[in-house]
């Protein structure tokens, strides 16, 4: 079979993680099948699945983390009652709110230390984890015996090790489709881990539960177990809303809070524009009321699952895009959900989106119309959706115009330099230097998915920074002539050839691949 | 195996601030952006608040009858503990903004109420798209009026046609509001140690033969100046929301206070949506405000004696509901504030058309109704500072605004 070079770059790059150095021989398996070498992992059942001894479910992750918050507010309880014994007349706040906390109660080493190694954890929003993370102060006076180096925050200890798994599996992935696709619809579906305590403790659960058994299922099932996902209700506030009409709501004198509403319309289905009003969200806000998870105690159910809280409904019949609903407890909004996945607009916005993923800003018009037509015949069967992608012809002839994101950079660089993560520290702060904090965009829309958000002067430049500093540490063990035949072999151009060939040392020659057009560009 | 853990350095402090380089080598010869009359050299530094700024809670119309009913909970009050600052018999700002609060009587500063762009909808990405890109509606995401308005700036004689002044963006990302033909330099707070000058210049030459687009942005990225900057750019661990904004503030001020610096910049604060929680005088948007007031003082005091012809214009994409919702937050909303602060402002004034608070009043019956558009404001600091002519604003900098007309006297 003739040998397509270009059409391997195209495969490897558009559509995958990058080829694997060593003996993997990705670029000769996909120059002589490029189309077969993308769709290979699309067959394999259950093929988007992680299932890493030691990842806990969702209700595990909630009950190691509602124990760990009920122990430091014991110890906070306890330090506070040994603190006001030690001092007569604690100092008031002069607005009467709590004493300021003393300083013999030292921060806890722990704690400053994943605040230095985590910028992501100093994020605005991060009350919950700071709450979680600042009364550790008191747990040497609690537990002396405790040696300084255990790590005894399980918030960041939970987050690394889903971080790890996530990478270990992109790195060694063998075309990575099926894991460009679970970023794909990770980043549709975001949530943020700086949103709190939880969702940085359920930011891998949420993806592993809820997206990836659906990367090659239907729409409408991700889309349902998105939205009853305990990461993404608590990520949107929804476990917060109740029913004004509501038991709960008459009790306690709260109601509405219409941000998931709006996120699921705007951002998750319809899409702007996509035909729905004010009053659509309104109403969609009220159908989902006591969609929540169930807390510490157990009330409404197992601790951090999803549990449907009647309580907290909002009672009544409800219009949304003109079609009635009748009052059927969580059928009510599943109804909903059902019929939105369906929408024309859903498959135009979904198509879009997805074209403008994987082949170009400005997406081939014909190729998004043809994909929203299998999206909806197909009843939103997104591997369907996924194999006319990679069948299209458009998909292939599109120039490489799209810049890697800075988490497709960094695993593509692992791949080819053979670094299986032990460790998913360097990954975690290159992504935040580069702007794309794992799993925590600044805002539900996800990061950003055109060319001209990563190829600003100051991410090039820091791509740069990087690459050299990977290269510094790493280029003795390579030729860089032999790695760039891995990349591109004959797709390299004359000019990327000549500056790696001529290149003054070896460090220099692998940071200026690493930057090349050919390993940036898809 | 140890080879698992080397891919990426951890970040470490580079201490160096960068600059664009070929737009330096332009400096040199760059002639005074004065404005006509007294020759002074302005800067403008454009704060963008994502998430939606809840006006209401900012600068609060205590005197409006119905302020206190409909912000519940979280509304602000004259008196008692953590009182809001009176800024006139009407309006009290935020406690969590003392330093403003100094701005304002000094008459360095001044609010514009009831302010919205033209944008109606309540999504936050179009209306952000909105705001920056500066047309009437979404889907307009090439280019940011501070960009258009960069190339509408009159040229210097040494280096006409070629380039005009540089502009900064801070952050590892370009905001939509300075992207765009003119040439914009980066600078973000995150450091890594630099890859060799030598490399960087081969990298240029490839991509100059095989990708002038990366040759562009990379040289913008590159060519660097670095300038000295003290233990107090560490960004410090534990640092919260708040101290990374004055951080970042910090930096760029010190880089638009030389004589060669950037004379407009731009960056972006995110965490403004505040749907649940977000608390009255203290709580979650006190601290966000709070963070915000301090980046404005490091502007005052970076920036040195430049203050004295410096406009901060901070805005947000929308407001949020003049009702709290059930959760003691606000949903999105219309009408919102807009905030100036620097020693051009012609301060010590609440700018506003007040449309009330009765239901009747309210934009669709839920939010405060806009009385002023956003781009007047813009139009007239830009017109002001600047000198940019009304009909470059008009055409091409806030295209089909030509009925939206500058708004007079903001600068002093």
Redesign the interface.
């Given at each position: 079979m003739a040998r397509d070079s270009q059409a391997a770059l195209t495969a490897l790059n558009r559509f995958g993680f990058g080829a694997r150095g060593g003996a993997a021989g990705d670029f000769m398996n996909a120059a002589s099948d490029p189309r077969g070498f993308v769709k290979a992992g699309l067959s394999r059942p259950n093929g988007a699945l992680l299932e890493v001894p030691g990842l806990l479910s969702t209700p595990e992750l909630a009950r190691q983390v509602f124990d760990y918050q009920f122990e430091i507010q014991q110890a906070r309880e306890a330090a506070r009652v040994a603190q006001s014994t030690a001092s007569e007349s604690p100092p008031q706040a002069p607005d009467g709110k709590q004493p300021p906390q003393r300083r013999n109660l030292s921060l806890p080493s722990v704690a400053k230390e994943i605040a230095a190694k985590d910028p992501t954890m100093q994020a605005q929003t991060a009350d919950n984890a700071n709450a979680a993370m600042t009364p550790g102060a008191m747990q040497p006076s609690v537990n002396p015996q405790k040696p300084p180096v255990e790590p005894p925050n399980i918030i960041q200890k939970t987050f690394r090790a889903e971080a790890l798994a996530r990478l270990q599996r992109s790195v060694v992935a063998d075309c990575g489709f099926v894991e460009r696709l679970v970023v794909f619809w990770s980043n549709h579906f975001c949530i943020s881990a700086n949103k709190g305590a939880l969702a940085r403790m359920w930011a891998g659960s949420f993806e592993r539960e809820a997206i990836r058994p659906h990367v090659l299922g239907r729409f409408g099932d991700m889309l349902k177990a998105v939205e009853q996902h305990p990461a993404m209700l608590f990520f949107l506030d929804n476990q917060q809303s109740l029913g004004p009409d509501s038991r709960a709501g008459i009790n306690r004198h709260r109601g509405l809070n219409e941000n998931l509403a709006r996120e699921i319309m705007e951002l998750h289905t319809l899409g702007v524009g996509g035909g729905y009003t004010q009053d659509d969200v309104t109403s969609l806000a009220r159908i989902i009321t006591g969609w929540t998870f169930a807390g510490r105690q157990g009330r409404l159910g197992t601790p951090g699952s999803f549990v449907f809280n009647a309580n907290a409904h909002e009672p009544g019949t409800h219009l949304v895009l003109g079609k009635t609903y009748l009052p059927n407890g969580l059928a009510q909004g599943e109804a909903v959900l059902s019929d939105i996945a369906r929408h024309p607009s859903t498959a135009k916005f979904i198509a879009t989106k997805f074209t403008r993923h994987f082949v170009a800003d400005d997406p081939p018009p014909a190729l998004v119309a043809r994909l929203q037509d299998v999206f909806t015949k197909s009843g939103g069967d997104l591997a369907v959706l996924a194999t006319a992608l990679v069948d299209s012809n458009e998909a292939w002839q599109a120039p490489p115009t799209k810049m890697r994101s800075p988490y497709e950079f960094l695993v593509a660089s692992g791949r080819l330099l053979a670094r299986n993560p032990e460790d998913p520290g360097r990954y975690l702060n290159g992504l935040n230097v580069l702007g794309q904090p794992l799993w925590s965009p600044a805002g539900p829309n996800g990061f950003p998915d055109t060319s001209a958000a990563w190829a600003s002067p100051e991410g090039l430049k820091l791509r740069l920074d990087i690459s050299a500093q990977v290269a510094s540490q790493l280029a003795d063990r390579f030729d860089p002539r032999e790695l760039l035949e891995l990349v591109a072999a004959d797709a390299a151009s004359p000019e990327t050839r000549r500056t790696i060939e001529r290149a003054e040392s070896r460090q220099q020659a692998l940071a200026l691949l690493l930057m090349s057009p050919e390993f940036q560009r898809r | 195996?140890d080879?698992?853990?080397?891919?990426?350095?951890?970040?470490t402090s580079r201490r160096a601030l960068?600059l664009?380089g070929a737009s330096f080598a332009a400096w040199a010869y760059l002639p005074k952006l004065a404005r006509a009359a007294d020759g002074s050299d302005p800067r403008l530094v454009v704060v963008i608040l994502?998430?939606a700024l809840d006006g209401l809670a900012t600068v609060a119309p205590i005197g409006d009858p119905d302020y206190a009913g409909l912000h519940g909970a979280i509304a602000l009050r004259a008196d008692g503990?953590?009182a809001a600052m009176m800024l006139d018999p009407f309006f009290g700002l935020h406690p969590a903004m003392p330093e403003f609060a100094r701005m304002y009587r000094a008459k360095q500063a001044a609010v514009v109420h009831a302010v919205a762009t033209s944008y109606r909808?309540?999504?936050?990405?179009?209306g952000q798209d909105v705001l920056e890109s500066g047309f009437p509606g979404?889907g307009r995401?090439q280019s940011g009026w501070l960009n258009r308005a960069l190339e509408a700036l009159p040229r210097g004689d040494r280096i006409a046609g070629e380039r005009a002044m540089s502009a900064l963006?801070v952050?590892?990302?370009?905001p939509l509001v300075l992207?765009g033909a003119a040439p914009?330099?980066?600078?973000?707070p995150?450091a890594?140690?630099?890859?060799?000058d030598?490399?960087?210049m081969?990298?240029v030459?490839?991509?100059q033969?095989?990708?002038p687009?990366?040759a562009s942005?990379?040289?913008?990225?590159?060519q660097l100046e670095k300038q000295a900057q003290g233990d107090d750019m560490k960004?410090k661990?534990?640092?919260?929301?708040?101290?990374?904004m004055r951080l970042v503030a910090r930096g760029a001020a010190k880089l638009m206070a030389a004589d060669d610096g950037p004379r407009i910049g731009a960056l972006a604060f995110?965490?403004w949506?505040t749907?649940?929680?977000e608390g009255g005088p203290?709580g979650?948007l006190a601290?966000?405000l709070g963070?915000l007031d301090g980046a404005l003082a490091e502007f005052e005091s970076g920036l040195g004696d430049r203050w004295r012809h410096t406009v901060i214009v901070v805005a947000t994409e929308f407001g949020r509901t003049a009702r709290i919702?059930?959760?003691?937050?606000t949903?999105?909303g219309t009408g919102t504030v807009a905030l100036l602060a620097g020693g051009a402002v012609k301060g010590g004034r609440m700018i506003t058309d007040w449309p009330g608070l009765k239901t009747a009043n309210l934009y669709?019956a839920r939010d405060l109704a806009p009385t002023t558009d956003l781009r007047a404001v813009m139009k007239g600091v830009l017109h002001d500072q600047f000198g940019v002519g009304e009909r470059a604003l008009a055409d091409t900098v806030f295209p089909d605004s030509t009925p939206v007309k500058p708004m007079k006297g903001l600068v002093a």
């Open positions: - | 195996m080879c698992s853990e080397n891919l990426v350095m951890q970040a960068l664009g994502r998430g503990p953590n909808d309540r999504s936050h990405f179009d979404p995401v963006a952050g590892p990302t370009t992207r914009t330099v980066g600078w973000s995150v890594l140690p630099q890859a060799a030598d490399t960087a081969r990298l030459d490839l991509y033969h095989r990708d687009a990366l942005a990379l040289t913008q990225g590159l960004p661990p534990g640092a919260g929301g708040a101290a990374a995110d965490g949506d749907h649940a929680n203290v979650r601290q966000l963070g919702n059930g959760t003691e937050g949903d999105h669709q």
